[in-house]
């Protein structure tokens, strides 16, 4: 990765224990995680820092006076104290997906989980972060040139754009940004004429077998999601049987793991899906604008649905089975009663899942 202004610096008090506590820990790093070479050399003194003048402690080296050679397991929290270091400090994830990929395998599933959870949390700053940059930095129009290479490279159709194709840019500051965010963990993906940096969940599908089911289900959830975007430019841009597929595995989670800690945030994810196989998007929905009447590929999915014996017990499986009764009740229009069907079937899945619904 090309070294540039959009990497930013820790203070060198953090910087210095970092460093120490990351050779410490890199010693017994498994065999089998993924290193690049080039992105070791030019970030390993951003990568990790610790505060030895915060303790007064030098970096431990084991029991007995063993050395940072030995192989004995370093304790889940320092491992957890790097990760949230870097969270604080809001350095570009490259360098704690870098320090992840090393380091995951030394920690139990619950360690496993709150380091995953905090390298999350830094795309998500990130993602604005990115997104930001792109829009807006020091006079560079970066959303013209994209669009403008968009044009003349002649191989995009899909509104995103990958790591490869990114590399026939030739502008230096924005290949340099486009390279950190690719590095980064994200995608570069067209919204209504706009470039954003979108989170790649299938960047954290290698930490899937470290950490809890609950956990592993939700990022796998996820990188579907971000894999193949289901609404852009207020359109659907997958079918209604995959709207299908998406919606059910989220109540599946919501039924195996009522306890996890992504309880909340898969149920939001349940609502969006929900809203869009009843109503569809503002520019494909479920119903003809014109007569009012729903889509027989609509209808057709829902018939699909209830009489898949699989889904029997689910909730959206009852709720469907009800709305296509209203459906057909009202002539095979959207109308007001159909309308408030929908309304209070939203309030019913607010009481039977325990979680806001805001389309409720």
């Known amino acids: 990765m090309r070294r540039n202004k959009y990497i930013f610096l820790c203070p060198v008090v953090i910087l210095s224990f970092i460093l120490a506590l990351f050779f410490t820990i890199a010693?017994?790093?498994?065999?089998?995680?993924?290193?690049?070479?080039?992105?070791?050399?030019?970030?390993?003194?951003k990568i990790l820092q610790a505060d030895s003048e915060s303790d007064g402690a030098a970096p431990e080296t084991g029991q007995e006076g063993n050395d940072i050679n030995s192989n004995e397991k370093l304790p889940g929290d320092k491992i957890i104290k790097v990760i949230n270091e870097m969270l604080k400090q809001q350095v570009p994830p490259f360098n704690a997906l870098l320090f992840l990929d090393r380091n995951i395998s030394l920690l139990e599933r619950k360690d496993a989980c709150r380091a995953v959870d905090s390298v999350e949390k830094l795309l998500i700053v990130y993602q604005a972060k990115y997104s930001e940059m792109l829009s807006v930095e020091e006079g560079q129009d970066f959303q013209k040139q994209l669009n403008d290479f968009v044009a003349g490279y002649g191989k995009i159709n899909n509104g995103e754009i990958n790591m490869e194709q990114a590399a026939h840019i030739w502008d230096e500051e924005l290949s340099s940004l486009l390279d950190e965010i690719f590095e980064s963990g994200f995608k570069l993906v067209n919204f209504e004429g706009t470039w954003f940096a979108v989170i790649d969940y299938s960047r954290l599908l290698p930490y899937c077998s470290h950490v809890s089911e609950d956990y592993?289900?939700?990022?796998?959830?996820?990188?579907?999601?971000?894999?193949?975007?289901?609404?852009?430019?207020a359109a659907l841009k997958i079918t209604w049987d995959e709207i299908s597929v998406?919606?059910?595995?989220?109540?599946?989670?919501?039924?195996?793991?009522?306890?996890?800690?992504?309880?909340?945030?898969?149920?939001?994810?349940?609502?969006?899906?929900?809203?869009?196989?009843?109503?569809?998007?503002?520019?494909?929905?479920?119903?003809?604008?014109?007569?009012?009447?729903?889509?027989?590929?609509?209808?057709e999915s829902y018939n699909s649905m209830v009489n898949n014996n699989k889904y029997a017990?689910?909730?959206?499986?009852?709720?469907?089975?009800?709305?296509?009764?209203?459906?057909?009740?009202?002539?095979?229009?959207?109308?007001?009663?159909?309308?408030?069907?929908?309304?209070?079937?939203?309030?019913?899945?607010?009481?039977?899942?325990?979680?806001?619904?805001?389309?409720?």
């Not at 498994?30 to 390993?44: D, I, Q, R, T, V």
């Not at 229009?333 to 019913?348: D, G, H, P, Y």
């Open 27 to 45: 010693a017994v790093s498994c065999k089998g995680a993924n290193s690049n070479p080039e992105l070791e050399e030019n970030n390993e003194n």
């Open 216 to 233: 592993a289900a939700s990022f796998a959830f996820k990188a579907v999601e971000s894999d193949k975007i289901y609404i852009k430019d």
């Open 246 to 299: 998406r919606l059910l595995n989220a109540e599946d989670f919501l039924i195996k793991y009522p306890k996890s800690e992504k309880y909340y945030e898969m149920a939001g994810k349940y609502y969006d899906f929900l809203a869009a196989y009843i109503t569809g998007a503002n520019n494909t929905p479920s119903f003809d604008y014109d007569t009012n009447r729903f889509r027989p590929e609509v209808l």
């Open 313 to 360: 017990g689910f909730f959206t499986a009852f709720l469907v089975k009800n709305l296509i009764k209203t459906i057909e009740e009202n002539d095979y229009l959207m109308n007001e009663a159909v309308r408030e069907f929908i309304k209070q079937s939203n309030q019913e899945a607010e009481q039977y899942f325990g979680a806001k619904n805001p389309y409720a």
